[in-house]
């Protein structure tokens, strides 16, 4: 099972945990590009976290910034003693960067929990919350060398567009099924 819950500090020991597995990797979808200093694993970078996603989440038109909502993903069904396994950022709509090279989603997963399909999970649980703002299609990209990215997402529903500026490109239609 997977979980999409909302930052909040109560996930901190495990949240934090998920930084640490993640050390110096790249952690995309988890927002921390908003952050003037990296991801320490104290509860008071946790509770500077869950802020700043909170204020970032809005769009910011003079920064380019579109509205996006920001997910912890979780191991379970997202109760209170739920694990916090990775991060997803759901963009409202695509400015130009976006339709390029970023798309609506981006996840990942800690390294100790890949392979688990929690990323194929995420994604859909991820279109789904699309849907319901009214996307009806989502861009969804990754390197052209992540080739496991690219099975997550083919995994999810997602059809090969083309590549651009080093992304392979894919949309998932939001009406038809995006996976388990």
Known sequence: MTALVLPDVRWFPSWAATVVDFGDGV??????????????????????????????????????RVASTYFWITAGDGGPDDEVIGFLNLRHELNDWLREEGGHIGYSVRPSHRRQGHAVRALALGVRRAGELGIDRVL?????????????????????????????RYWIPVTEPAGP
Not at 28 to 57: R, Y
Not at 141 to 159: H, K, L, Q, W
């Open 27 to 64: 952690r995309h979808g988890s927002g921390d590009w908003n952050l003037p200093a990296p991801l320490e694993p104290t509860e008071e970078s946790c509770a500077e976290f869950v802020a700043v996603l909170a204020a970032k989440s809005s769009a910011d038109v003079e920064s380019g």
């Open 140 to 168: 969804v990209t990754c390197d052209t060398d992540n080739e496991p990215s690219a099975r997550t997402i083919e995994s999810g529903g997602g059809v090969f567009e083309d590549v651009r500026k080093d992304k392979r």
